[in-house]
Every structure is written in C-alpha cells, then in structure tokens.
C-alpha cells in the first residue's frame, strides 16, 4: 500500500496513546478504606477472566481506531490491485503499450485518449512500486527501450497512437524474449490495452505457446492488464474500399468507394463528408441511417491534367478520431497485363479468358501467351500477372522473375506434364498423383488471399471444384487450399512485395474441373492481376506496419500527422512519397471493428499464470491507484462501534436490598 | 433519672427522652438479680398466677389453695411468676471495619449510639446493663450492674473505644456465649462481616444458654451500593492485603455477593431465633431502635 501523503504516517505512534491514557488511568486511582473486603475479593475473583478480555478487547478497539483515523488522513492508495506495492522490489517491470488505433479512441468528456489515460495512469502507479528497471516495449516498433522511471512513459514517442494494428501475443513474446535474453529476476509485466479482439488474436496458437513458456521461467513473472474495453460513444468511421482514376475525353474523375459505419448509439443522420485531394476542398452530405452505408463509385471531379495524387477523406471528429479520416492515392490505372507462359502449344482457351477479361467493363485486361525461353526478352515491367505452366525457370530466367515478384508482380505456377527437380523461391514439383475418384476441396483459406470471400461476403464455390489429378510440392508454404488427404491445391510462397502462388492441378478437363467451373479461376487470376498492377504502379494504398521500417527511410510526408520520424512513416496513416511513387498508409480493415475480448476470454488466456486485471474506461484515472481512505474511515467507524458496545456498563444488577 | 451531665456525641437527650416511653422488654425469661418487669424463669410471689403444685411438707402454708382442696381434696399450692430484672449485655464490634462511613457517620459510631440509647433505656426501667467492645478478642468489658453510676462507666468505655485491628467475631461471640450467665439479653451491634455459617453457630450457642439475643447489623451505604467511578485501591481496615479493582466491571459480581451473603445471614438468624436488625447507616439510628423496641413491646415477654 502506498500513500498521498506519507508524512502524515509519522502519527502512527499516536496508537500508543489509548494504551498510554490507561496505564496513566490506572495510577490515577483513589484510595478507599474498606470494611467489606470478603465481597470485593470474591466479586474481584469472579471478574477476572472476562473482565481482562474485555479490558484488553476495549484498548485493541481504541488503538486500531487510532490508527484507521491516521490511515484515512494519510489517503492511502492501492493498486486496483490490493496489495500489489506491499511487497519486495521488482527486478524489472516491463511494459507493454498497445498504440493501436483503436487506442486513440477518447473519452466524450475527459477528452484523454485511451492511451493517454492508461500512461498516465501508469506514470502515477509505476511510481509508487519500486523495480530496478523500466523498459517499454510498443506494438509498433516491438522494440524493448529502457526508462529512467515511469514517470518519463508520457514522453516517449512511445504515447502517441500509430495505424499500426497491435498483435498482443507479438508483443508479450517480444516481452518474453526480453526477460529471456536478459535473465531479469522477478518481473513485473503490465499491459495496457483496450481488449480489441482483433489485436489480442485470442485463437492464435502462439498463446499456449506463451503461457507454457512463462510458466516455465524461474524467476517469479507477474502480468498486470490495464484494460479500456469500453467502446467510443456515438462512433461514426470512414474508409476508402476503392478508387479509380478515369479519364473521359478532356474530363478527370476519381471513383471512390466508400464505407461508413456507425456505432449502434451514433445517432447521426447526415453525415459530411470531406473530400481534399491535393488542397482542393469538396464536400458531400450524405442520408445517414447506420450501421453502415457504401458509397460506390463516387465520383469527384479532378483537373484532367493530374494524372496522380493523394487525398483524403474526412467526417466530422468524434471520440475516435483515427477512424474519422482515410488517405488515399491515385495514378492513372497500370495497364493490367498477364503473361501465360506455356510449354505446350496452345494455352487452354479457359485460361486466356479468365485472364483477359476483366471484371471492370472500363478496364481492359492485355494477355500475351509465350513459351519459356521468350521470357528472357520480355519486359516485365508493366506485367502484373505470371501465369507459368512450364518446368521451373532456372539461371538468368529464375532470377528475373524473382526480381519480378520483388517488384511487386504476382506468379502462379502451375505444373507442368514432367515436372523436374527444380526449385524456385525454395518450392519444388514432385510428382503427379492420380486419383481414381475425384477429390473435392477439404479446406481453403475463405479470409484472406486469392480464395478470400467476395465484397458481398459470399465464399467462391472452391468446395464444388474436382481435382483428378494433381502434383505434389516440397518446400514452406503455406496452404489456402487443400485436399482431403492434405495435399494443398493452392499454396503461396512468403514473399516480399510480389505474390507467388502454386496451384497444383492444371485447367485441362483431365485434371480438374477449374475450367468448367470457371467462377474461382477467374477470381483468383483477376485478383491476381489487381494486386500486381496495384503493386508495381506508382501508387499504393497500404496498410500500416505491413512494410518495413527501412523501406520509408527516404520516404518524405506529403499529409497526415505532425512531425514524424521517417522510420515511423510505416506505422502512421498518411501520404508520403518515395521517390516518383506515392504511397497512402491507412489502418487495417480490422481496426473498424469494435468487438472487444470478453475478459473471461482475457482471463484465460493467463490461465495458470499470476495475472490481474483492472479494467476502466478513458478519461477515468482512478482505476490503477485508488484511494482506499474509505475503507479505513469504515473500519474506524466500525472499531468505535464495537468501542462503545463493550464500554456499555453492564446492566448493573439493582442495589442489594437489605433483609 | 438525670442525664450524665458530661455532653456525650452518642446520645441525644431529646432522643432519648422520646424512646423512654418505650419499655424494653425481653422475648424469654430472664434470670435478674431483683425483681423487674421480665418474666423469670422460677416461680416468685408476684400476683400473676402461675400454676397449681401438689403440697409437700415444708410449703408455706398461706398459699395452699383450700377451694382446691374442697374440690379436690387435695392438697395444692399456688404457684405465682416471678418477675425479675434483665441484665443486657452489649457487644459492641470494635474491629477496623466499623471505621466504615460514608454517610456521615461511621458505623462505629452508630454502634455507640444504638449501644448507648439502650443502655440508658434499660437502666432507666431498672434493668442492668453491660459492655464489651470485641474485635480480636475481648477488648474491654463490664458487667451488667443496675445503678446509674454504672452507665457512667459503660459511657466512658464507648467513648474511649475506637474501631482498630482485625476481628475473631466468630471466637468472641463463643466466648461471650459461655462467660456470660445465663438467660441474659444479648444486643450485639456489629457489621458482622464474617462467614453467615459460623455465626449461625455462635446463635446457636447463644440459643443454648438461654440468652435472649438481638443483633444490629450495620451497613455503610457505600457497601450496599458499591457506587465508584474511577479505579480504585481499596485498604483493608484490618489490616488485610490491598486490592486494586475496576469497581465498574466488578460492581455486579458485587452486588451478587453481597445479596448471597445478606440471605444467608438471614436465614441463620430466622432458624436460630435471633431478632435481626439491618441498618443502614444512613437512616437515623433512633428509627431503628424505635422499631426494635416496638417489635420488642408487641412480642411481649413469653414465658
């Protein structure tokens, strides 16, 4: 327990007082001459026991009222968690920042920001718990940093919210790794956060991973979870799905496709929205009946001759302003040119469609057909799609669509009839397998990828698909489709900036039914088209914390926060430029939804380690330290109680009455 | 009779002279030296008629009863009651715990008071009167004598004795008992702080010499109330260990005790006929000897 104003503790010895005053008492008696001893010595004999209980009950009631009334004045505090600064001296106290977002979602009244409140909050409690060390560790540099005190946490680059979405089990296992490496004793671990589901990640497998691994540390670990779960009041957020320069003739437009949502208490009818795309202003109100409306296609007028810009959107600011603006960029469409490059002859006619026509009517979707040893001479520069069905590329060829990929170019290899030994980006071919019945789809990857669920939320038909035949794959990859004996249909290779897929089965009717179905060839090479030509063109909207930190080393701002770090540029939703390309950093998707972890949820997820929770809202900062003065007044109130009641004379018997 | 010109504290002559209206009497038969007022045990020549006696050679021949012997022809005497004097022997408790006095007065000298009011009231109706202080033993004692000299003499013997010392009550009273001659009227005045049993024995003894026995119990106030406020050291006036007490915490247990030991004596008293007086020192000692000798009148002597 700790204390607002400890010197007043200095009045503890006053508690000696009452014994004092009886010690004094006792030698203030009078002296009596006395006749009728034979009845006092046995009244005195009779009392004794009680009487010295009582005596005894009475100086321990006015002691303890005493010392509960010095406790009150001197305003002691704890912890949310009772008890928690009673102890010994930590050996290192780490914390955890989520800077999520979501984390910038601010009280109506208090107008402190989650975080805001949880590092204030901390800064006061930290500083009454005494650790030889301080280090923070955030969500978006991952990086442990040491502290002089907590006090210093509100100054750190470290308090401000970023777009970068938190990944808790990341970071306890950043903290993990910190306690590991520097062999601290006992450890206190605390994490502020606002429960987000989306952060926490909670059916990610690394949590029993982590707690297995906590367990098993020697030195005594501790957890401690500030938590802010409690949704912003009357949230309305804005996000840009899509946008698409077009040119008509001598006239310029952007297509926007927006999204709002609101929060079920947004009470909100018209919203407007602000649209500034390179200083020039537009507003639009839009009818507003929640939770969500899209905006499709909006189209703003823009000067013919800017062929690429930035902008942003904006709705009026409200608890959670982060949500309240959305950057994006705009080029003139990169030419959404595939190469289907084949062994055999004649490319299946399914293929070549599914590859050129393209979703947009007013886009068009080039496809040129080339053999293998062609590559070398093609320029792949304003390719967007590798279709490769032919043994795997080696030498100059292999390194050239590496450098492709690199570059943001999308690759699906299919097998080719005699597959080699060969490897590129650490996947090989083995051998076909033939199934005497056909097999279906056991599972895909319906969330994210090529096989992930259309705008309306509908999965692509990939269970109806039947595969005859497929070849085998060595190597890491990770699978989005598979077979029912596990076989992967789909793989994707990691990569940097490109994608690249394996799909073990060709379009030939002999081997799968992709042709006849058509619906989920045509999706994934359409898809795979969108992400080349969206990642090798001038402009890129990307999703903060995806690139890494050295890519925006010599990146330049254009919009978005105040002064910034040129490494922190990634993590901070804005527009900034990287040499004649521009890029727009935005939060995730995921951001916008607010469903929160159940802290029962929370609680399991430290099951079996010492873990306490307080959890409390922004703006509130009582929560962490919390004058406990009150519960001593009752204590006293109670001790004076039970003072008076054994100080009641007891009912005296009536005078003896004489015979 | 005259009143001892020396101004006593412990009489009072218009008190005095108020209970002198009072006859005291004894309860049973008293055996005096002369002829009194109080039933004797032997026959006499008063004219109260006592009972008939067949004739034996010798018997004075005036009192044979001839209608007697007309009826029966037979030869009986006339018996007549002899009347005689009483000899009232005080015990006064001189021990340390009549030192005791709250109300103004000590018990010790309530005592005097009672003990010299009846004394002066048994001499004025021609009856004796004795003295003996006790307290460990016999202090200071006189015989019962009649003559007004002798109450003098009993005066200054109150007036010098002063409540000291522990008490053997218990043994005093045995040795009171037996010394002094039967068929005499005890008074003892006393705070009778002793065991109830013992003293029952004491009465019994008394009982057993015939003697016609009347105790005063004397309480100070304060030992009936047990009224304190602040912790205090209470000295034994005889000479016993002090005791430090809470008399808030133990003023119940006190009373409990107290009530014990007054129904106890009590209750001795009523089974060996003693005439039990309890008196508060706080109520006017003539108050209760008024009704003693009211008590004493209406009783009347038996035989």
């Known amino acids: 327990m700790s204390f607002l104003e400890p010197l007043l503790l200095a009045a503890l010895p006053l508690c000696g007082l009452p014994i004092l005053i009886h010690l004094i008492n006792q030698r203030r008696f009078q002296t009596v001459e006395w006749g009728a001893m034979r009845f006092l010595l046995e009244a005195n004999r009779m009392a004794r026991g009680h009487s010295r209980i009582r005596r005894w009950l009475i100086l321990a009631c006015r ?74 560790i ?58 987000q589901a989306n952060d926490w990640d909670a059916e990610n497998g690394r949590w029993k991973t982590l707690r297995d691994s906590f367990l098993q540390f020697q030195q005594a670990v501790r957890f401690h979870l500030l938590a802010y779960p409690e949704a912003a009041a009357a949230n309305v957020g804005v996000r840009v799905t899509s946008i698409e320069r077009q040119q008509t003739g001598d006239t310029a437009q952007l297509l926007l496709s927006i999204i709002l949502t609101a929060s079920p208490d947004a009470k909100s009818t018209e919203i407007p929205l602000r649209f500034d795309i390179q200083g020039v202003r537009t507003e639009h109100v839009v009818q507003w009946e929640g939770p969500q409306l899209e905006l499709r296609n909006f189209a703003i007028p823009i000067d013919p001759e800017l062929k690429q810009g930035h902008g942003r959107v904006t709705i009026p600011a409200d608890a959670y302003p982060t949500d309240d603006e959305y950057y994006f960029v705009f080029s003139e469409p990169m030419p959404r040119r595939a190469i289907l490059v084949a062994d055999e002859e004649d490319v299946p006619r399914p293929l070549r469609l599914a590859t050129a026509i393209s979703p947009d009517p007013n886009t068009f979707n080039e496809v040129e057909v080339v053999r293998p040893a062609q590559i070398a001479a093609l320029n792949l520069g304003d390719v967007a799609l590798l279709v490769w069905q032919a043994p795997l590329p080696q030498g100059g060829d292999a390194t050239r669509i590496e450098s492709f990929v690199a570059s943001g170019g999308q690759v699906i290899f299919l097998p080719p009839e005699l597959p080699t030994a060969d490897t590129l980006f650490g996947i090989g071919w083995t051998d076909w397998h033939e199934t005497e019945t056909s097999l279906a789809i056991e599972n895909w ?28 794959l060595t190597g890491e990859f990770t699978k989005l489709a598979w077979l029912k004996d596990g076989s992967p249909l789909l793989a994707r290779v990691p990569t940097g900036k490109g994608g690249v897929w394996f799909l073990t089965t060709t379009i030939q009717p002999r081997d799968s039914s992709l042709a006849i179905d058509g619906v989920v060839l045509y999706a994934m090479l359409q898809r795979a088209i969108a992400n080349g030509a969206a990642a090798r063109g001038n402009t890129q909207n990307v999703v903060a914390g995806i690139l890494p930190k050295e890519t925006t080393l010599n990146w330049k701002q254009l919009e978005g926060a105040g002064t910034l770090l040129s490494s922190d540029y990634a993590d901070i939703a804005g527009v900034y430029s990287a040499g004649d390309r521009i890029v727009a950093i935005n939060r995730s998707e995921q951001e916008d939804n607010p469903a929160t972890l159940p802290l029962e949820k929370v609680d399991k997820l430290f099951e079996g380690l010492r873990f306490d929770r307080v959890s409390d809202s922004a703006g509130e900062f009582s929560a962490l330290a919390r004058e406990i003065w009150r519960i001593f007044l009752v204590l006293l109130i109670v001790v004076l109680f039970v003072e008076s009641l054994l100080c009641l004379p007891s009912r005296k018997k009536a005078t003896t009455s004489l015979p | 009779m005259p009143v001892d010109p020396t101004q006593r504290t412990f009489l009072d002559p218009q008190i005095l002279a108020r209970l002198a209206s009072i006859p005291l009497f004894a309860r049973k038969p008293m055996q005096g030296n002369v002829s009194g007022r109080h039933t004797s045990p032997h026959r006499g020549a008063s004219v109260e008629f006592a009972q008939y006696r067949k004739y034996v050679p010798g018997d004075d021949l005036r009192r044979l009863d001839w209608r007697a012997h007309g009826r029966s022809d037979r030869y009986y005497i006339k018996e007549f009651e002899a009347d005689t004097n009483l000899r009232l022997c005080l015990v006064v408790d001189t021990s340390g715990s009549m030192k005791v006095g709250t109300a103004g007065i000590s018990k010790f000298a309530y ?55 522990p008490t053997r009550l218990v043994e005093t009273l045995h040795e009171l008992a037996e010394t002094i001659r039967q ?103 003539h108050t209760g000897l008024t009704r003693f000798l009211v008590g004493r009148g209406k009783a009347g002597g038996r035989r």
């Open chain 1, 63 to 136: 002691t303890l009222a005493i010392a509960a009334l010095i406790f009150v004045i001197s305003r002691p505090l704890a912890s949310g968690w009772i008890g928690l600064a009673g102890g010994s001296e930590s050996d290192t106290t780490i914390i955890l920042l989520d800077r999520s977002p979501s984390m910038n979602q601010r009280d109506a009244l208090a107008h402190a920001s989650k975080l805001e409140t949880g590092i204030s909050q901390l800064s006061q409690a930290l500083g009454l718990v005494r650790s030889k060390r301080w280090i923070l």
């Open chain 1, 138 to 195: 955030d969500s978006a540099t991952l990086a442990s940093q040491e502290l002089e005190s907590p006090q210093m946490l509100s100054r750190t680059v470290a308090a401000n919210a970023v777009s970068k979405s938190a990944h808790l089990p990341t970071l306890i296992q950043a903290a993990h790794d910190y306690i590991q490496e520097n062999r601290s004793g006992q450890t206190e671990i605390w994490i502020l956060s606002d429960l």
């Open chain 1, 445 to 472: 990857r319906s969330d994210e990828d090529l096989l992930v669920r259309t705008q309306s939320g509908q999965s692509l038909p990939v269970g109806q698909l039947q595969i005859h035949r497929f070849c085998g």
């Open chain 2, 111 to 165: 005592a005097q008071r009672l003990a010299a009011g009846l004394a002066y009231l048994a001499v004025q109706q021609g009856d004796a009167a004795g003295l003996a202080c006790v307290a460990d033993g016999i202090v200071t004692a006189i015989p019962a004598k009649r003559n007004p000299a002798h109450l003098k003499v009993l005066f200054d013997l109150l007036e010098q004795a002063a409540p000291v010392g």
């Open chain 2, 183 to 285: 068929r005499a009227f005890v008074v003892i005045i006393s705070d009778f702080f002793v065991d109830p049993a013992e003293l029952r024995d004491c009465f019994e003894h008394f009982r057993f010499r015939k003697h016609d026995l009347a105790a005063f119990h004397l309480l100070d106030p304060q030992e009936i109330g047990f009224q304190f406020q602040r912790p205090t050291r209470f000295l034994d006036l005889e000479g016993g260990n002090a005791i430090f007490a809470e008399p808030n915490e133990i003023a119940d247990r006190y009373q409990e005790a107290l009530s014990r030991y007054l129904n106890d004596l009590k209750q001795a008293t009523v089974t060996t006929g003693v005439d039990y007086h309890c008196l508060r020192t706080d109520e006017p000692y």
